[in-house]
């Protein structure tokens, strides 16, 4: 099968959406397809672009057996929603012709959260004659909202009659989440055309290691006990909450908070720590994909810390599973919904309300204590890992594509 996927965000970035599609291409490019991906120059999250690449109308690159076209857009920080828009405006239209001038191929795919990249695969797939997969990692409208990057005014109606546009162009809708599926179909979307894959981890990638000791004395992490959040520092993620709960146990020295990775608040979060005098939380800069289980092996827990909104109680971070893939518990500071009931059902750690410091330095200092606890969760969550498995995902999507072209699965 000759597969064409559209996303924004491709590795060397290392955010969700860029991880999932890089790691299933290399199952489908491993199991004989053709793949090429449509992406932009790496430049996500700060707005600057990754060493050795330039903001080009196309670059080609052959990577891991796929075939990444990347193409010129308008590069902004992860901040200002202007900026935003109009970067992602311009891959809409790039990636769109960029879309039409690869070799024809069976299907084209695109993934969210950010929508106009469905709008260019879906209007690349109509040029073409071709069936579209939109693939849903966020109910982007709703997100947006929620965390008040747009109130609900005139953009934010567009951008819900856009959203319900694709929703009934598509071919077929491949959701993270099956309450994504709910919400589609409550508001009119054929249940037939929607199928979940829910997101994984690949276990090639990931597994227990001991720790980094160079990493870990080179961040003054030694003897510490290490609550790690790692990933976007954004506005979904409400990490203020973290900075309350660890000024609030700041007295025991031998609780350390590691924040590593990038995004639109973390600037405002190492300046809030700076000024109230937090000592324990340690801000470690955005690494490359590849470090990534390094940093893992730093931490006794893994935080997963998402804002107090209805709209998150569908999503699920892609980090549970790396937590689970590295034998790690879990401390899960979200809405009650689809990510707690895998942590709860996974026995992989601990569940609690979401923008809740007491709750928050309470469970941390539990844990802390308690080692039969944090070993029994770090069994749990290494038993449940093979059962979201980033090749079992690869599969799924996989039929998704055939039934969309009309093959036998």
């Keep these: 099968m000759k597969i064409q996927f559209m996303s924004e965000n491709f590795p060397p ?37 990754f060493p050795g690449y330039e903001n080009k109308w196309k670059q080609a690159e052959i990577m891991s057996g796929i075939r990444v076209v990347r193409v010129k857009t308008y590069i902004a ?25 690869e070799e024809r191929p069976d299907i084209i795919a695109a993934t969210s959260p950010q929508f106009f990249t469905a709008v260019a695969g879906w209007a690349a797939s109509a040029v073409r004659g071709l069936p579209f997969v939109f693939e849903l990692g966020d109910l982007w409208p709703a997100s947006i909202a929620a965390v008040g990057a747009m109130k609900r005014r005139l953009a934010l109606k567009l951008l819900e009659k856009l959203e319900l546009f694709l929703y009934q162009r598509s071919t077929h809708i491949a959701a993270l989440t099956n309450s994504f599926k709910e919400n589609l179909v409550e508001r009119g979307i054929n249940k037939n055309k929607i199928t979940v894959v829910i997101n994984g981890v690949d276990l090639a990638r990931y597994g227990p290691r001991d720790c980094d000791m160079d990493l870990s004395k080179e961040w003054g992490l030694e003897n510490k006990f290490v609550v790690g959040y790692i990933g976007t520092h954004g506005m979904a993620h409400a990490l203020s909450n973290v900075l309350n709960a660890a000024k609030s146990i700041q007295e025991n020295d031998t609780i350390c908070f590691l924040l590593a990775g990038a995004g639109a608040e973390r600037a405002s979060l190492m ?55 590295m034998g790690l518990p879990i401390l899960l500071a979200a809405p009650e919904g689809e990510a707690s009931n895998i942590v709860l059902n996974d026995k992989a750690g601990l569940h609690i309300a979401a923008e809740d410091p007491a709750a928050l330095a309470d469970s941390i200092s539990q844990l802390a204590s308690n080692k039969s606890a944090l070993r029994a969760f770090a069994a749990a969550a290494l038993k449940a890992a093979p059962s979201h498995s980033r090749e079992t995902q690869a599969h799924e999507l996989l039929n998704v594509f055939k039934k969309a072209i009309g093959e036998k699965i």
């Excluded at 449509?38 to 707005?47: K, Q």
């Excluded at 920080?77 to 990636?95: C, E, K, P, W, Y």
Aim: aromatic letters at 12%; hydrophobic letters at 45%; one cysteine or more.
């Design 77 to 101: 920080a992860n901040q200002d929603i202007v900026h935003r828009t109009f970067d992602f405006l311009s891959f809409m239209v790039t990636g769109f012709f960029a879309a039409l001038k």
């Design 13 to 49: 970035e290392s955010n969700a959406a860029a991880t999932r599609v890089y790691e299933r291409a290399c199952y489908w490019v491993k199991w004989g397809h053709q793949v090429t991906v449509i992406t932009s120059a790496p430049n996500f999250p700060e707005g600057k672009l």
């Design 271 to 325: 300046e809030d720590a700076k000024r109230r005098l937090i000592n324990n939380v340690i801000f470690m800069p955005r690494q490359p994909k590849e470090m990534m289980p390094a940093i893992w092996s730093l931490c006794d827990v893994a935080l997963v810390h998402l804002k107090n909104s209805p709209v998150f109680a569908g999503v699920i971070p892609s980090k549970i599973f790396e937590a689970e893939a």
